[in-house]
């Protein structure tokens, strides 16, 4: 069974095919029309899914070696995200759908990103066995969640202000760095000291409030923010120059800390012995290597999938799908399906 995938939630164009629940082409185009501006613009992102949804789709069929009418089922991302952007995806692989007469399956971002451990890309990949701890960390979202075999799933910690992704964003841009800063603290941290400065890891056992931590499944970044724009008003530029590879490799530090540490106490107390990390900031190197240290400390299974599945995809939009469908999901020729904002309409979420 082909699957068509389409992902259009924030600033990725992406179409992905997979078949028999393998990845047979994943083609992404990331815009860069949002780099002078410090985040993402929501009209420039929707304007320029239109510019490239045809022929990123025709690129990806094309990679996968299949024709447009060898396409059995098409999902798409339905939310949450930018809701114009969302909408841009939506309404054309529906239309398409529509066309080809072939059901379509809308699919939740967020849930996306949760179950792309699961992209299959060759004979050797497999995903987590039994229940597993998920680490969703992205742009948007922050999210511990204990996932079931069935595919339900609990959320037991998220941020009640920033996403780890935005505060790898914000307090880059507080160093000049460009948007998405993350990807940049993350090069930058490789040449720096990690404990050239100690900024705050709230709602841990470091915290200043660690008298109220009481395994705290929250998270709190906003503090960090204030905390470099602090720090880097204080410092002349040429300071901040001079030791800018120091600065973001202890911003780096502290949040990679906070979300090793919440993750690993999580699945023991929970007593689960599988881990996963996903979304764009699991691509950061150090949190990669950090959570491979702390699992193999705790004897607990760890599974990240490749960098490229890391940011937003669209084969982890067909792979969701595809679990779906294998765990029983019907599929339906129903091409009226509207976009959603929030993490819980359409999701599996039951606590
Ligand atoms: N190597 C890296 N180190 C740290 N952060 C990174 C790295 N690579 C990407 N990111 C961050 O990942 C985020 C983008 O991730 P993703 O594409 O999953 O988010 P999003 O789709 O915008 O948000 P959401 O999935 O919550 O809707 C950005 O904040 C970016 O800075
Ligand atoms: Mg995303």
Known sequence: MNILGI?????ETSAAVVSGGRVLSNVVSSQHCHSGFGGVVPELAS????????????ATVTEANIRKKDIDIIAATAGPGLIGAVMVGLCFAQGLAYALDIPFV????????????????????????????SMTVSGGHTLLAAVHPDMT????????????GEAFDKTGKMLGLPYPAGPEID???????????????????HSQTSRNYRGNTDFSFSGLKTSVLTYV?????????????????????????????????????????????????????ALRKAMQEACMREGLALHIPG?????????????????????????????????????????????
Do not use: W
Not at 7 to 11: L, P
Not at 47 to 58: A, C, F, L, Q, Y
Not at 238 to 258: C, G, P, T, W
């Open 7 to 11: 992902e259009t939630s924030c600033d």
């Open 47 to 58: 304007r320029e899914h239109e510019r490239m949804i045809v022929s990123i789709v025709d």
């Open 106 to 133: 809308p699919v939740n971002h967020i849930e996306a990103h949760i179950f792309s451990p699961f992209i299959v890309e060759g004979p050797d990949s497999r995903g987590p066995e039994g229940r597993f701890i």
């Open 153 to 164: 799933y609990e959320v037991i910690g998220r941020t009640i202000d920033d996403a780890a």
């Open 187 to 205: 090069r930058l941290a490789k040449q720096g000291n990690p404990f050239f400065h100690e900024f705050p890891r709230a709602l841990t056992s």
């Open 233 to 285: 008003q204080k410092q002349t530029p040429e300071f901040i120059e001079r030791h800018l590879a120091d600065i973001a490799a202890s911003i780096q530090h502290a949040i990679v800390s906070v979300l090793v540490e919440k993750t690993i106490a999580a699945a023991k107390n929970l007593g689960i012995r599988s881990v996963s990390v996903a979304g764009g900031v699991s691509a950061n190197s």
């Open 307 to 351: 960098t490229r599945y890391s940011t937003d995809n669209a084969a982890m939009i067909a792979t969701l799908a595809n679990l779906k469908l294998s765990k029983g999901m019907k599929a339906e020729r129903r091409y009226d399906i509207a976009p959603f904002a929030s993490l819980e309409s359409g999701s599996n979420r039951k606590g």
